[in-house]
């Protein structure tokens, strides 16, 4: 560039990167290459630069040939003679559009760890706080706590081998309730339907306490208990929605509880909280039922039962 900012030079490369010509770049010419958003900074900070015989150095949008925008670092530095007048800015722009892909990558994934590490915090205060009032000593305390969090922890393996793009609603049921499955116990119909990550936790959780009740109280604390899980997905104004119906057969006679229990309490908390859902539960003499309603982010319906 000249002293007073206007460019006198660019190399054959920019003609054949951006498509401009010789003519096109004299002046302020080149700055047409400049995607609008980013003109205006790349502007004031080049004039900022001649002003104060500086160090020029920004990153920036470019317009390639075809019109597409890549990022640029641009960096110049001042030129004197040699007795100190200053005559303008030598300079060059580097292609940096795969490191800023990478670093916008980077930045989601961040994100998306703290959003996990705190929603994942969340509920283990949860299960210790409800664990805690709903004890009775301190043994069925630390069980509690115990196989709740082994079970969170057991979420969160399934999903770090997936690489956390989620799992099969089929592989989440199986996960808990497969152990106390001698081939008869467990039926399970619905659509296939492939999990998000943010589903996943909370209704891993939701399914753990549903199972554990089952083993401590219902279909699940004899040898001839069944469990029924049926599911299906509609398609609404505000996306996809999960009903899942968990039925109890053939377990002992159910009383009605007489208080909310730590399970209770916790689906409607996970499910309403994190899933914007709802759980039913109703109590006839055959065996507990359950409706589970949850709102879906990103998941897969398929069609196979």
Known sequence: ?????GCTYVNQRWHSFTGQTAQDVRGNGWLDAVHPDDLEEVRLALQQAHVDHDVFELEYRLRQEDGTYVWT????QPRFTTDGTFVGLLGSGLDIDERK????RQALMVRELHHRVKNTLATVQAIIGFTLRTSTDMESFRTGVSNRIASLARSHSSLTDAEWQGMDLRAVLRSELEPYDNGKRLILKGPRVFLSSDTVVPLTMAVHELTTNAVKYGALSNEDGQIEVRWSVTIGPEGEHLTLDWREIGGPEVCPPTRTGFGTTLLERLL???????????????GVEVQIKAQLRDAKVGTKP
Do not use: H, I, K, V
């Open 272 to 286: 309403g909280g994190q899933l914007n859902g709802s759980a039913t539960m109703n109590y006839p003499a055959q």
């Open 1 to 5: 560039t000249e002293p007073s900012g």
């Open 101 to 104: 892909d990478f670093e916008e």
């Open 73 to 76: 670092l641009n960096t110049a």
